[in-house]
């Protein structure tokens, strides 16, 4: 069941169309202060980096880091990224017109976090993060399928 306090600030933030340092500092101090809870969390978060303008500083980061310890730390089987739990990242990170830049550094943190993870996800977080570094340098690269 998704935080109807999280849905409430995405909403807002989305009809603002940019994210703050305050908002910052409240998704993390009030809102997350305990971390998330659910994928449906997480599917928000991901999405609102989407629909959003972030240059508030330590936005980036904090999404990162709070998907990261709840795919990886949060959901069962403890510290594994099994196929299950591949499955939804990938489609979560990878949905629209492929993974932002935030998405792309919560595939390869996961992967670094995690004590095993399932080998199409790591094959996922290579090829984003390869995606993204042939992006920056300007390399055509064909848009991953999740």
């Known amino acids: 069941m998704v935080n109807s306090s999280l849905q409430l ?3 807002r933030i989305v009809a603002a169309g940019r994210i703050t340092h305050r908002d910052v500092r409240e998704l993390a101090e009030d ?18 980096d989407r629909a959003v303008c972030h240059e ?8 990162v880091a709070l998907v990261v310890d709840f795919a990886v730390w949060g959901e069962r089987p403890t510290g594994y990224v099994d196929t299950d739990i591949a499955r939804w990242l990938a489609a979560s990170l990878g949905a629209g017109s492929g993974p932002s830049p935030v ?3 919560i595939a390869f943190a996961v992967v670094q976090e995690a004590q095993t993870s399932d080998e199409h996800f790591i094959a996922f977080a290579l090829a ?10 300007g390399h055509d690269v064909p848009a991953l399928a999740a």
């Open 56 to 63: 508030a500083v330590g936005f980036a980061d904090l999404v």
């Open 103 to 105: 998405a792309a550094r």
């Open 31 to 48: 809102i997350l202060a305990d971390g998330i809870a659910c994928r449906d969390d997480a599917d928000l978060l991901i999405a609102l």
């Open 9 to 11: 600030f995405c909403n």
């Open 128 to 137: 984003v993060r390869a995606q993204r570094r042939d992006a920056e340098i």
